[in-house]
Nanobody, 123 residues
Framework: QVQLVESGGGLVQAGGSLRLSCAASGRTLYIMAWFRQAPGKEREFVAGISRSGATTDYADSVKGRFTISRDNAKNTVYLQMNSLKPEDTAVYYC??????????????????WGSGTQVTVFS
């Protein structure tokens, strides 16, 4: 079991930046990922990272703008979001999965979820 708590969401102007954090407790050496859900839309994958941090995976919509990273000593995963667009507005969820990064990347689903943090980008 792992517990996940997100922070760092907020209101930002288009073109700006935000950094989300996700603190994990319990069994923490899992694949970590970020998903998001915009109003009226299904939840979608944003980014994932392997246990060591050596391998990352991104949705095409955020490649080159978002960076996922992790600090295993702090049991924390981050999502640095740059060049934000209004279409990035969503509730962002931290997720964890016990499988390998290859298995996670193939399905982009996760077993454990945080409660989410709101990101709103205005133009």
């Amino acid at each position: 079991q792992v517990q996940l708590v997100e922070s760092g969401g907020g209101l930002v102007q288009a073109g700006g930046s935000l950094r989300l954090s996700c603190a994990a407790s319990g069994r923490t050496l899992y694949i970590m990922a970020w998903f998001r859900q915009a109003p009226g839309k299904e939840r979608e994958f944003v980014a994932g990272i392997s246990r060591s941090g050596a391998t990352t995976d991104y949705a095409d919509s955020v490649k080159g703008r978002f960076t996922i990273s992790r600090d295993n000593a702090k049991n924390t995963v981050y999502l640095q979001m740059n060049s934000l667009k209004p279409e990035d507005t969503a509730v962002y969820y931290c997720a964890a999965d016990p499988r390998t990064i290859a298995a996670f990347t193939a399905t982009r689903r996760a077993d454990y979820w945080g409660s989410g943090t709101q990101v709103t980008v205005f133009s």
